[in-house]
């Protein structure tokens, strides 16, 4: 396998002077420099803080040709935000009723440290102990105290966050229970500050079994002004739109040649036999009704996201 590390760190040093990279991986320039020429191998410590400072892939490093360019400003996405989504415990995420438990709540920090912007979260079942870690949180003066907060519910997640044009992507990771989630948000193309947004949440359920779960996820610096029960409707995005005009049609056509006209089928059935067809009928129907409507994929389109955005502009500061 080639080595690129010599040709990486020369790209670097393009964008950051020795001395600079000397400053921030507490590596002398001469070492630097030796490693440049191919004098010496690079240390582990020295790539370890490459990987801290930057936040470049040890293996990246060594073994891809990387096209470094000066790090996207993520300012705006800096700050603390509340995250609502629904319960994903129970199987295949049948609910039961739409105000209790099935909602769940969590606080999402972005923060910028050196040359890297990284994330902080901590879930809850409770809207209310979110409420008061994000109070904590935006009261906060540095990143330091910021994870220091996070970690004190011990429900600790870190990551990190980049984008693309049109997409923001938000990785976290709870190494204590062996979680990973991923979220996907669409990246408004104001320079204004992000105040956050619809989009969706790639991770593991934790209910009796710990299956792979996505599900739509609503993120935000405000709170919204709303009770569960609407934040719960708006994260079902819509409803299907179903044409029952055919089926509806059909089962009238049933219900007349059974009970009104006079034919061999209405002479010959008696009453039970009569319920037992118009009953398979209706199941057929019903059936035929989901399997065509059901979600085979969902997304997260302009509209819903600036309906969601218009509910996330009248929210209340904390």
Do not use: W
């Amino acid at each position: 396998m080639e080595n690129y590390f010599q040709s990486n760190l020369k790209k670097l040093t393009k964008l950051y002077s020795q001395r600079h990279l000397a400053e921030v991986t507490g590596c002398s320039q001469s070492s630097i420099n030796n490693y440049l020429t191919k004098t010496n191998e690079p240390s582990m410590q020295f790539l370890i803080a490459l990987n801290r400072e930057f936040g470049i892939s040890i293996d990246d490093f060594l073994f891809k040709d990387l096209d470094f360019n000066p790090k996207t400003n993520l300012d705006k996405y800096v700050g603390n935000y509340i995250v609502y989504y629904y319960n994903n415990n129970s199987y295949k995420g049948e609910v039961h009723t739409n105000l209790q438990n099935t909602l769940n709540y969590g606080v999402i920090s972005v923060c910028k440290e050196k040359y890297n912007y990284r994330t902080f979260g901590t879930f809850f079942k409770n809207k209310e102990e979110a409420i008061k870690l994000l109070k904590v949180v935006n009261s906060c003066e540095n990143t330091s105290d910021i994870v220091k907060k996070h970690k004190e519910i011990n429900n600790f997640y870190n990551g990190s966050i980049h984008t693309s044009n049109q997409n923001i992507f938000v990785y976290l990771v709870n190494s204590e229970i062996e979680d990973e989630c991923f979220i996907i948000l669409n990246n408004p193309p104001a320079s204004s500050k992000y105040i956050g947004g619809l989009g969706t949440i790639n991770t593991v359920a934790r209910g009796r079994e710990h299956n792979p779960c996505v599900q739509f996820l609503i993120m935000s610096k405000k709170l919204i002004d709303k009770v569960d029960g609407e934040i719960y409707d708006c994260l079902k995005l819509d409803y299907s739109v179903i044409n029952l005009d055919t089926q509806v049609s059909d089962l009238i056509d049933l219900f007349k040649r059974m009970y009104i006209e006079e034919n061999e089928l209405s002479k010959n059935l008696n009453e039970s036999q009569k319920q037992a067809v118009i009953e398979n009928n209706i199941k057929f129907f019903f059936s035929e009704i989901v399997e065509a409507n059901m979600f085979r994929f969902a997304k997260v389109s302009n509209r819903e996201d600036d309906s969601i955005y218009r509910v996330l502009k009248e929210g209340i500061d904390v």
